[in-house]
């Protein structure tokens, strides 16, 4: 069973489009987060969610709304869609711990092309 | 903010040799430090991680040493095997957020 699932895997659109990417997690985490890959492999935070309450936003474009109708399920709205987006984003869960953080499970990533 | 360093950028072994990939990290706030491998097409996936009351931490092939003094971290791969071949990242964290740097893509050569 996949731990933490993303639609679609790719994703091409034209520029100035409006595209969500949905993410959802079945491992009862109550953390959710959206990073983005960029063509150098770098991987960076964009939003975290903690029982559907948004506690990290790392100065992201505000084309970008993420969304959480609960805790299970993180989705990401871009509009506007530019040249730079084009990136393959990650979705992430963890349960939180009190000694401090724990790990992240990561799902398979979407591609997104803006051309 | 954490900004996480990482060596090498790329790492070509022979198989059956260690492998050895290093990271510093700026905030000596930070107390977990994951690392992460990341196969072509997929996600990264947790293959160790040190919490900042531990010097070392061994998990069969794989270890990872910490010095939180020098806030440097590192990853040892002993008898690599082609399947070891794959982007590995090093993070650190205080709270839920991870930092990253920037990979190393280790090649192991039959």
């Known amino acids: 069973d996949t731990a933490v699932s993303q639609t679609p895997k790719y994703l091409v659109t034209q520029m100035g489009n409006d595209k969500s990417i949905k993410c959802e997690q079945n491992?009862?985490?109550?953390?959710m987060y959206w990073y983005k890959q960029d063509s150098k492999k770098f991987l960076k935070i964009m939003f975290s969610?903690?029982?559907?309450?948004?506690?990290i936003n790392e100065t992201v474009p505000n084309r970008f709304s993420p969304k959480s109708p609960d805790k299970a399920h993180l989705n990401l709205h871009i509009n506007s869609l530019e040249l730079g987006d084009s990136a393959v984003y990650f979705c992430?869960?963890?349960?939180?711990?009190?000694?401090?953080?724990?790990?992240?499970?990561f799902g398979p990533g979407t591609r997104l092309t803006v051309l | 903010g954490e900004n996480v360093e990482q060596h090498p950028s790329t790492l070509s072994v022979q198989e059956g040799d260690s492998a050895v990939i290093k990271c510093t990290y700026s905030d000596s706030a930070s107390n977990y430090f994951p690392w992460y491998k990341q196969e072509l097409g997929k996600g990264p996936q947790l293959i160790i991680d040190?919490?900042?009351?531990?010097g070392e931490k061994k998990d069969q092939r794989i270890a990872v040493t910490l010095n939180k003094t020098a806030k440097h971290f590192s990853l040892h791969i002993t008898e690599t095997q082609p399947e070891d071949s794959a982007v590995y990242f090093c993070a650190a964290s205080k709270g839920n957020m991870l930092t990253f740097g920037g990979g190393t893509r280790l090649m192991v050569k039959p």
């Open positions: 040190i919490r900042s009351n531990v």
């Open positions: 992430a869960s963890s349960q939180g711990r009190a000694g401090g953080p724990n790990e992240q499970f």
């Open positions: 491992l009862g985490h109550d953390t």
């Open positions: 969610y903690n029982n559907k309450e948004l506690i």
